[in-house]
C-alpha cells in the first residue's frame, strides 16, 4: 500500500523503478531480516491516517486554545523559568534553515556558521558568569548542576556533596536522583522561610570529606548568599564551590559568580532568547575555572587555523567525551542545546554588557514596585532583604489555594512554595513572586487588587 | 539603437579563468562571505534593544552584592545583528539546501508547519509551573503524543521528560537499576555490542554499572552465543540497537530478550534508528523492555545545529511502575493531570524513582512532533519506513561495485548502508571521500562510525529524499570513488570549494583556545 | 640499566630500583599526533596492568597501563606543555613517569627490545 503525502518525494513510477534497481519484487523484501511474526500487516489498528496541514493546525489551535498563556494575564511567575521580552529578530534568525536543520559539526569545513557561533557564545557565558572558560551548553540548568556535582567528584575524589537550602527543589531532585545511583551523598539543608540565606549553617557543614558546596545564587526564594564567604570555607576544606544560576539576566546587577570565587559555575539561560515553552528546551550554562578544563562534561567549541592558515573554529577536547572514551567519558551527554545557545548569544549580542545591566536594573525596579505594592496588601509580608527580580512573601492561608484563586480571576500570580514543597508545612504560606520588563503597573495593580480580593 | 554603455562592461569579460588568482580586499569571494567575531565587530555600550532608564535605586540589602562594572559584552543594533548571524548561517551545510547522509543521525526534511505551531503562544509562552487549571490543552499535547508512542511501540507506558537520546538511555538504565533494586538484587553488569554508539556505554557507567563488551558475529549482528554464555545472575541487562549500528535488523531479537529475561535481566533498546521500523514493527513484540525516542530522528523535529534533542522512553509494564516524575495521565473523566511527586501515590507510581531534570521535559519538542505524527497518520509513518529503507538499499545496490560493502551479502539494510574503506588505494581514506563530497555540494556520510568496520561509511538518506537527489548524490560518490581509484591528488586536500579547508585539529586540542581574548585575536 | 617492554607496547627502563616509562615508537605512530597526556600522581601506588597514564590523541584516547608495581615519584612536567615530545621522542624524552619498583620479579615476563622488535614485526 502506498501513500501519496507531502512530505515524501518518491512517486510510485520511483518506487518501482528502484525495486527494479535492488532487484526485489516488493517493498517486503527489504523487511525479510524482520521475523514474520514481528511484522505489521498493515497500519496500526485505531489510529487515524495522515493528514493536511490545515486539518493539523487546526488540531494543535485547538489544544493551543485551552491555555492560558503568559502574555494573556497579569503574570508573576519565576522560580527557574523567567519570562523576558525577546527581540523580533532572535527568532527569525534561529529559523534560517542553515541553522535550524543543520547537525552537529562533525564536518568543520562546511559548519563553521554553528561553529564560531559556539565560540562566540562560550566566550559570551565565561563573562557573564565570571569564569575562565565554558562550554557549548547542556540540556538544562537542572542537569548540568548534577553534571557540576558528578565533575567535583572526580577532581576532589570525593562524595560528599553540601548542599544550600535555597537550592531550586527541582535541582536537588535531579541531584538526589542521579546520587542515589552512582553513590554520592547529598547534604542537603531543609529550605526556611527566612529575611536572609543561612550561610552559616552551610559552611558549618562543609569538612575534609566534603566535594563541593551547591548554592543557588540568588538562591530560589531571591535571597543573595554571600559567596564570596563560602568560597573561602569551602576552598579552606579543599572542596569546590558550584554557584547556580537560575537567572542570568541577575548577573547584569550582581556581581558575577566566578569573580567571587566560585570554581564551576552552572546556570540555566532559559532567560535570554529562549522564551517559557512550559520547561523546555532551555539552555545549560556551564563554566569552570581553566584547570578543571579537562575534567568538563560536554561539548566544546575551539579555534584553530585551516590548511590555507585561515582562522576557523573546530569541536575539540573530544577524547573528553563518549564518543570516544566510551564508558569512561566524563559524561554520557552527546548532544547540546545547540539552537537555543544560538537564541541566547543573539539576545546576548543585541543587549550587550551595558543593555545587558540597564535590562537587569529595569527588572530589579519593577521588582521593588510590585514588593512595594504587596507590602500595602493586608496579610501580605515580604520576606526579603534583599532580592533581585523575585522575592517571597508570607500569606496568611495556603498560598497554593490563593494562586488557584488568582487564576479564576485571570491572574497568574506567583508560584506557591506548596508546589515548590508538598507537604512542608513550615513554607506552606509563602508565595515566590517575579517582575521583570514585561510587568507593567497595571499587571502590579491588578495583582493587587485581585489579591485583595481572595484574602478578603 | 542606445549605444550608451556606462558602465562599461562588456559579457565577454566574464570572470577570471582561475578564480584562485583573484584577490580581493575584502577577504569576502563574492557570495563566499567571511565574518568577524561579535567581540572585534561590537562594543559594550551598544545595543539592539531599547530600555527607559529606571528611576529608583536598588533595594538598600543588594548594595554589597552589585557589580562594580557590566560584563565586558560587545553589544550591536538589530540591523548589525542580523547581518553578522544572516552571514555566520551561510557558512553551514543544512538539510534546506541538500541531502545530509549522514548515517544514524537521520537528517530529514523538518516540516514548517511543526515550527509554526510550536510557536503558538498557548504553547510557546506557557510557564511550567502554571496551575493546572490554565494549561490543560499543554498537558493534552503531552499526554496525546504519549499515547502515540505506546501504540507505536506496542509498549506499556512512556517516561517523556528526558532530554536527549542519551537522557533517555539514563531514564531506561535507571528503571532498570530501580527495578533491580526493588528485587532485592544487586546486579552489576551491563551488556553491550561492540557496535554500539558511544553514549549506549557512557550512559551505563553513569548510572553506576559495569560494561562488558559483546562481539558481532562476521555478518554484522550480536552473536547470540556469545551473548547467552555471558548472562547470569551479575548481569542487569543488555543495551541493543535494532535495527543496528551497521544498518541490520537483529533477526534474533525475540530471542535475546526470552534468554536476557530467562537470566534475570532487562532488554533496553535504543532506539536511535526507530525510523527504520516504525509503522510496521513494534518493539513491544520483541521483548524490549526500555527504548528511548529520538523526536529530533523519527520524529523530525529539528537538530539545529547540535540540539536540542528529545528522547522520550517507552517502557515494559514490568519498567513501567519505576519511570521518572512528573508525568501526565488522564483519568476517567477525560482530564489530563500533571502527577508530580505528592500525587505519585494516587496514581500508582509509588515507585517511581524521581526527578531526571527540572520541569516536565521538552514541550517545544512534543508539539512539533505530534504534529509531524498527525500529519503522517498510521499509514504515513509505515511509509516513512518503506520509503527510508528503500532509498538505503538504492544507495547500497547503486554503489557497491564501486565501494566495498562488507554486509552487502547478508541481505537488504534497513535505513541505512554501510561501506568500508577495504579497496581505496594505498594513501587513500575515507576521510578523502568524505571531504570529497563538500566539494561537490554534499554534506559527507557518517565517518569511521560503527567501529567494527574498518574505514567505515554509514549513509542514511532518509525517505525524504527525491530519487533524483540520490541519483546526483550516487553519481557524486561514485566519481569521488573513481578519483581515489586513480589516485587524484587533488582529493587528499579536498575541500577546495568550501568556507574552509581542512582545519588543524591538532592544533585545537594541543593549545585549546575556548574563549575569545584579546591577545588571542588575528589569526 | 635494562629496557623492557609489553604487549601494550609501553617500555620500562629499570636503573636499580627506579623504573622509567613511556610508550613505544610503533604506539606512537599508531596513535597519530598526541595532544594531551594525563600523569599519575607522585605518591600513588599503582599495581602491574593498572591504567597508570591516558595518552590523548584528537580521535583517540590510550589508557598506558603500567609494566610493574610500584610507587609513583616522578612524571615528565615537559609534557605539560610540549605533548608532541611523545611522538618526537617517545622512548627517551617523551618518556611519561618513573616509579620505586616492589618487586623487580615482574620484570622476568616481559619483553627484551629483541622480543619486541620481533612482537611488532608481526603485527
Known sequence: ?456 | ?523 | MSTYFTKDHEWIAVDGETGTVGITVYAQGQLGDITFVELPAVGREIKKGDDAAVVDSVKTAADVYSPASGIVIDGNAALTDAPELVNEDPEQGGWLFRIKLSDAGELAGLMDRAAYDAYVAEL
Open chain 2, 1 to 523: 539603437m542606445n549605444a550608451h554603455n556606462p558602465s562599461g562592461w562588456r559579457p565577454e569579460m566574464g570572470e577570471g579563468g582561475n578564480l584562485d588568482a583573484v584577490a580581493t580586499t575584502s577577504g569576502d569571494r563574492g557570495l563566499m562571505l567571511e565574518e568577524a567575531l561579535i567581540f572585534e565587530l561590537g562594543a559594550p555600550g551598544k545595543c539592539g534593544v531599547e530600555l527607559d532608564e529606571p528611576a529608583c535605586d536598588p533595594v538598600p540589602g543588594l548594595a554589597r552584592f552589585l557589580r562594580k562594572a557590566p560584563p565586558a559584552l560587545p553589544g550591536l543594533t538589530e540591523p548589525e545583528t542580523v547581518r553578522h548571524y544572516t552571514r555566520l548561517s551561510r557558512q553551514n551545510y543544512a538539510i534546506d539546501l541538500g541531502p545530509f547522509p549522514l548515517g544514524s543521525c537521520t537528517m530529514k526534511h523538518n516540516p514548517r508547519l511543526n515550527e509554526k505551531v510550536a510557536r503558538l503562544p498557548g504553547f510557546a509562552d506557557l510557564h511550567p509551573l502554571a496551575p493546572q487549571q490554565t494549561v490543560r490543552g499543554a498537558l493534552e499535547v503531552i499526554n496525546q503524543l504519549a499515547e502515540w508512542l505506546i501504540t507505536l511501540t506496542g509498549m506499556h507506558g512512556v517516561a517523556m521528560t528526558p532530554k536527549a537520546g542519551a537522557h533517555g538511555e539514563l531514564c531506561g538504565l535507571l528503571c532498570i537499576k530501580a527495578a533491580i533494586e526493588a528485587r532485592g538484587e544487586a546486579r552489576s553488569v551491563i551488556l553491550v555490542p561492540e557496535s554500539a554508539h558511544g553514549t549506549n556505554p557512557a550512559t551505563a557507567a553513569f548510572a553506576g554499572f559495569t560494561v562488558e563488551a559483546i562481539p558481532a558475529t562476521a555478518a554484522g549482528r550480536v552473536d547470540l552465543a556469545a551473548l547467552a554464555a555471558r548472562l547470569g545472575p551479575d548481569v542487569a541487562g543488555v543495551m541493543i540497537t535494532n535495527p543496528n549500528t551497521c544498518g541490520l535488523f537483529e533477526r534474533e531479537m525475540k530471542t535475546i530478550s526470552d534468554a536476557v529475561h530467562a537470566a534475570g535481566g532487562y532488554v533496553y533498546c535504543d532506539g536511535a534508528n526507530f525510523n527504520a521500523i516504525v509503522g510496521r514493527v513494534r518493539p513491544g513484540d520483541l521483548g524490549i523492555d526500555a527504548m528511548h525516542i529520538n523526536l529530533h530522528k523519527t520524529f523530525s523535529t529539528p537538530h539545529g545545529g547540535g540540539g536540542p534533542g528529545s528522547g522520550p522512553v517507552v517502557l515494559s509494564e514490568a519498567l513501567c511502575p519505576f519511570g521518572p516524575l512528573p508525568f501526565t495521565a488522564r483519568t476517567a473523566d477525560g482530564v489530563v493531570h500533571l502527577v508530580e511527586e505528592e500525587d505519585a501515590e494516587a496514581f500508582g507510581h509509588a515507585q517511581a524513582f524521581g526527578r531526571m531534570a527540572a520541569f516536565h521535559g521538552q514541550m517545544g519538542m512534543f508539539t512539533r512532533a505530534l504534529a509531524y505524527i498527525l500529519s503522517h497518520g498510521a499509514d504515513g509513518l509505515r511509509q516513512v519506513a518503506e520509503d527510508a529503507v528503500l532509498n538505503a538499499n538504492y544507495v547500497l545496490r547503486s554503489l557497491e561495485d564501486v565501494l566495498s560493502a562488507p554486509f552487502a551479502a547478508s541481505g537488504p539494510c534497513m535505513h541505512e548502508a554501510l561501506f568500508s574503506d577495504d579497496g581505496l588505494p594505498e594513501g587513500f581514506s575515507t576521510l578523502d571521500l568524505a571531504k570529497g563530497l563538500i566539494d561537490e555540494g554534499f554534506h559527507p556520510m557518517t565517518v569511521y562510525f560503527p567501529l567494527v568496520v574498518h574505514g567505515a561509511m554509514l549513509i542514511e538518506p532518509t525517505e525524504t529524499e527525491s530519487k533524483a537527489g540520490l541519483d546526483r548524490f550516487i553519481g557524486s560518490l561514485r566519481s569521488l570513488a573513481e578519483r581515489a581509484r586513480a589516485s587524484d591528488p587533488s582529493l587528499k586536500t579536498a575541500p577546495h570549494l568550501a568556507p574552509r579547508r581542512r582545519l588543524d585539529e591538532t592544533l585545537a586540542a594541543r593549545k585549546p583556545v575556548l574563549v575569545w581574548k584579546e591577545a588571542a585575536a588575528g589569526g
Open chain 1, 1 to 456: 500500500m502506498e501513500t501519496d503525502m507531502r512530505y515524501l518525494p518518491l512517486t510510485s513510477a520511483d518506487r518501482a523503478e528502484m525495486l527494479g534497481v535492488i532487484g526485489a519484487a516488493s517493498i517486503d523484501d527489504l523487511f525479510a531480516d524482520v521475523p514474520a511474526a514481528a511484522q505489521l500487516d498493515g497500519p496500526i489498528a485505531g489510529l487515524p491516517g495522515h493528514a493536511s496541514e490545515m486539518a493539523v493546525e487546526r488540531h494543535m489551535a485547538a489544544l493551543a486554545a485551552k491555555n492560558v498563556s503568559a502574555g494573556a494575564a497579569p503574570f508573576f511567575l519565576g522560580a527557574g523559568a523567567y519570562r523576558h521580552h525577546v527581540p523580533a529578530s532572535v527568532d527569525h534568525l534561529i529559523q534560517r534553515g542553515e541553522f535550524l536543520t543543520a547537525y552537529t559539526p562533525y564536518q568543520p569545513e562546511i559548519a563553521q556558521g554553528t561553529l564560531q557561533v559556539l565560540f562566540e557564545f562560550q566566550t559570551q557565558v565565561a563573562r557573564l558568569l565570571g569564569t575562565d572558560v565554558a562550554n557549548a551548553s547542556m540540556y538544562d540548568g537542572s542537569t548540568a548542576c548534577w553534571e557540576a556535582v558528578a565533575m567535583a567528584g572526580r577532581i576532589t575524589r570525593r562524595k560528599r556533596a553540601v548542599v544550600s537550602g535555597g537550592l531550586h527543589p527541582h535541582y536537588l531532585a535531579t541531584m538526589t536522583t542521579m546520587a542515589r545511583f552512582t553513590g554520592d551523598e547529598i547534604d542537603a539543608r531543609a529550605p526556611k522561610l527566612e529575611a536572609e540565606p543561612d550561610d552559616a549553617a552551610l559552611i558549618a557543614a562543609i569538612d575534609g570529606e566534603t566535594s563541593c558546596v551547591v548554592v543557588q545564587y540568588p538562591d530560589v526564594l531571591g535571597r543573595v548568599p554571600d559567596l564570596a564567604a563560602i568560597a573561602a570555607a569551602a576552598q579552606a576544606q579543599g572542596a569546590l564551590l558550584i554557584a547556580v544560576v537560575t537567572e542570568p539576566v541577575a548577573l547584569g546587577l550582581l556581581e558575577a559568580p566566578g569573580n567571587l570565587g566560585a570554581d564551576i559555575v552552572v546556570g540555566e539561560g532559559q532567560s535570554l532568547g529562549v522564551g517559557l515553552q512550559f520547561g523546555g528546551p532551555y539552555l545549560g550554562l556551564f563554566g569552570c575555572r581553566e584547570k578543571f578544563l579537562r575534567q568538563m562534561p560536554g561539548r566544546l567549541c575551539g579555534q584553530t587555523v585551516d590548511a590555507d592558515g585561515k582562522r576557523g573554529f573546530v569541536l575539540t577536547l573530544s577524547t573528553r567525551e563518549q564518543h570516544i572514551r566510551r564508558e569512561k567519558a566524563t559524561s554520557n551527554i552527546c548532544t547540546n542545546a545547540g539552537l537555543c545557545a544560538l537564541a541566547f548569544s543573539i539576545h546576548m549580542t543585541l543587549l550587550g554588557g551595558e543593555g545587558l545591566a540597564r535590562l537587569a536594573r529595569v527588572n530589579h525596579a519593577t521588582a521593588r514596585k510590585l514588593a512595594d505594592r504587596l507590602a500595602r496588601v493586608p496579610g501580605v509580608g515580604v520576606v526579603n532583604n534583599a532580592y533581585f527580580n523575585e522575592f517571597a512573601v508570607t500569606l496568611p492561608e495556603d498560598a497554593r489555594e490563593v494562586v488557584r484563586l488568582l487564576a479564576d480571576r485571570h491572574v497568574l500570580g506567583g508560584v506557591s512554595l506548596g508546589r515548590l514543597y508538598p507537604g512542608v508545612n513550615a513554607l506552606a504560606n509563602g508565595l515566590l513572586l517575579t517582575a521583570t520588563e514585561l510587568t507593567t503597573d497595571e499587571d502590579i495593580e491588578m495583582l493587587a487588587i485581585a489579591l485583595e480580593g481572595v484574602l478578603a
